[in-house]
């Protein structure tokens, strides 16, 4: 490959420097002498782990080239475009420039720089002429498909390296370009020997073959987007081998800003529109029912229409949707069940807020009622007074320059990039459908005098399951999106869970799946737990939080005791390090009964209980029959104990 462009970037959340000591305490006295040199690799590790994360800060950010013309980029304009972006999604950018011409180099030598910088995330932006020769006129289909395996094979080999190199790393690397300038004219989109052709045909092969730790960015579609006269600047590429324009900088830095900000949770998971003059056209409390415009035959109407059909499509991905709108309740459901023109309805809505109240508490309230963090909003309002006081008084919710021409209500939302996600699971296809079954939920919850009776009406059942490499995607993203629930915030690609997994007489990858007489759930939890000299340390502990309060908590209870008891451990040790964030599970291992061994490591406290062991009589028990356990297949290890007395046990 003559010009691959490859930058590295580290993804680094700021954290307070360490002063605490390693030190253990058990008030008790009842704890081992070994538990003290157990507990000091385990509070090492993390300290390590935070002082690494410091260190990196200095110098995170690499550019580097493998090209025998190509130049690097002006490394300040990266730091003027990307830095701003990536500091506005709590990034702090580093940069590391390699040695000119040094791909091969930097990526096959286990002694290069990059080895040790140990990054975090890498963007390898290839060239349309880093492709070479193209298969010849004429060519066949099987002259046509060697070609494009040979010219996929040194990227994939790149990203299997990477993957056993760099295991927690994440790549971001762009498909190619389609050039302007055609050998064949129009004919170009006629043969499939063609350069175009080749072209998306090697963009197809990669998505096809893409690994786990590669997330592949469209970049023909920015191309696009800027327009491919403003996209290509030939005389800067021809000066310094600048790939794109100047004016594309802006927007690539943009995008990649928000799909790192996603790789460490920083993900916007609801957009909260408003309706008047947002969702249709006029104002329903003084126009009516017949004066708002959703008109197919009027072109006011009909980009109403438009700009609610792509909020169905962004629904039916797993964006939650809800409406924050300064209305009576009653006179803003009434589009909703009764135009025949409305294309969305009720039950697209996560949640509904149509009140006279300012929209910050409305904001907070939508917030509070779906669970999620206000920096998980995005707020769509025609109104620019609205959307200045959103801005001004609630800062953490992301608020869109709404034009005044609803025509352009789609592209501003779409160029805001907002709800870029490193991944898609089948769970956020039906995520906004189990948000509208809530409300089913607590309509139920209404007709009982205590919350335990509600919790048996709801029929839930529970699988409890090693995870699989269907499982696998899955769980990533539940690991690396959530934050409410995550009793130490680590995050772990999947390459990294998959090595993990393997080491079955080291560690246990466990996930829970959920459903009730409303929901299948799918998966909501996951455990990641590791045997050391017969204890048993809780690596990573996740729940969302559609399930909170449900008694899941004592479900991975057992499941962890389990376990341990299969591996004839004689204690279990969890760990808490509180964020902004997590507060939720502070008190959790407490409550489970576990006791306090130390604490001083960034505030952050670990605990320990011995086995055998018994919940606290405040903790309800499986047996209760909150929550019906299944044997699942596969997993009778993990789910021979967790049936309290009385329970029925059954398979799925």
């Known amino acids: 490959m003559r010009r691959l462009l490859l930058l590295t970037i580290a ?55 493998d090209l025998q013309r190509f130049a690097v980029p002006d490394t300040p304009r990266w730091r003027t475009h990307g830095g701003d972006f990536l500091y506005a999604n709590g990034i702090a950018p580093h940069f590391y420039v390699a040695p000119y011409n040094g791909i091969a180099s930097e990526v096959l030598d286990a002694g290069s720089r990059l080895h040790d910088f140990d990054p975090d995330v890498l963007l390898l932006l290839p060239a349309t002429a880093d492709v070479g020769e193209y298969p010849a006129l004429f060519a066949d289909k099987d002259d046509i498909r060697q070609w494009v395996e040979k010219k996929a094979c040194a990227y994939t080999d790149i990203w299997g390296r990477l993957g056993r190199d760099y295991p927690k790393c994440t790549i971001l690397h762009s498909l190619f370009v389609i050039p302007f300038a ?35 960015v469209d970049m023909d579609y920015f191309a696009s987007f800027v327009g491919k006269d403003k996209w290509f600047d030939e005389v800067a ?39 008047d003059n947002t969702v249709w056209g006029g104002v329903i409390g003084d126009d009516g029912m017949s004066g708002i415009n959703i008109d197919p035959n009027n072109p006011l109407g009909e980009a109403y229409l438009d700009f609610q059909q792509y909020l169905k499509d962004l629904k039916d991905r797993g964006v939650l949707l809800a409406v924050c709108s300064k209305n009576d309740e009653s006179v803003a459901r009434q589009p909703f069940s009764e135009h025949r023109d409305m294309l969305l309805k009720i039950d697209d809505f ?61 592209r501003a939302l779409e160029g805001s990039f907002c709800f870029e996600w490193p991944q898609l699971s089948k769970e956020d296809m039906s995520r906004a459908e189990s948000y509208a079954q809530d409300r089913q939920r607590l309509e139920t919850q209404g007709k009982f005098l205590d919350y335990d009776s509600y919790l048996r009406s709801l029929e839930m059942e529970a699988w409890i399951e090693f995870t699989d490499d269907q499982s696998l995607p899955r769980v990533a993203q539940l690991i690396n999106k959530t934050n ?17 997994r393997e080491k079955a007489d080291e560690y246990a990858l466990i996930q829970i799946r959920l459903k009730d007489k409303f929901t299948n759930y799918g998966i909501i939890s996951s455990l990641l737990l590791r045997l050391v000299n ?57 409550k ?17 209980t011995e086995i055998p062991y018994e919940k606290p009589v405040n903790v309800p028990a499986s047996g209760h029959r909150l929550i019906h356990v299944h044997a699942a297949s596969g997993t009778a290890t993990i789910s021979a104990s967790v049936h309290g007395p009385g329970a029925d046990k059954s398979s799925s």
Request: hydrophobic share 45%; aromatic share 10%.
């Open 534 to 590: 017969k204890s048993v340390f809780i690596e990573n502990w996740v729940m969302s939080c559609r399930v909170f309060n449900r008694n899941v908590e004592s479900v991975a209870a057992d499941a962890i005791i389990s376990w341990a008891a299969s591996k004839s451990a004689i204690r279990i040790v969890g760990g808490y390090i509180p964020t902004q964030k997590n507060s939720y599970v502070a008190n959790l291992y407490e």
């Open 182 to 216: 055609r050998q064949l004219g129009n004919l170009e989109s006629n043969y499939l020997f063609s350069k175009s052709s080749c072209l998306r045909q090697l963009n197809m092969h990669l998505i096809a073959n893409r690994s786990t730790n590669v997330i592949l």
């Open 350 to 410: 996560a949640a509904f807020v149509a009140n006279w109240d300012d929209k910050i508490t409305n904001l907070r309230s939508i917030a509070k009622q779906l669970n999620i963090g206000l920096d998980s909003l995005v707020f769509f309002d025609d109104n620019p007074a609205e959307r200045a006081l959103v801005e001004k008084y609630e800062p953490q919710v992301e608020v869109i320059d709404v034009p005044n021409d609803p025509a352009l209500f789609v």
């Open 484 to 500: 409410q629930f995550n009793l130490r915030t680590r995050r772990y690609s999947e390459t990294m869970l998959r090595d993990f």
């Open 11 to 65: 993804v680094v959340v700021i954290v307070r420097p360490l002063n605490a000591q390693i030190t253990v305490s058990d008030p008790a006295n009842t704890a081992r002498n070994a538990i003290s040199a157990i507990l000091k690799e385990y509070l090492l590790e993390t300290q390590q782990e935070q002082h690494a994360k410091l260190r990196r800060m200095a110098r995170r950010l690499s550019v580097f080239a």
């Open 237 to 275: 590429f021809f000066m310094s081998k600048q790939p794109y324009s100047l004016l594309a900088t802006k927007l690539v830095a943009s995008y990649f800003s928000r799909v790192l900000g996603a790789t460490i949770g920083k993900i916007k998971k609801c957009l909260v529109v408003d309706l």
């Open 592 to 608: 489970l009964g576990f006791k306090p061994l130390s604490s001083g490591l960034l505030d952050g406290i670990i605990l320990a």
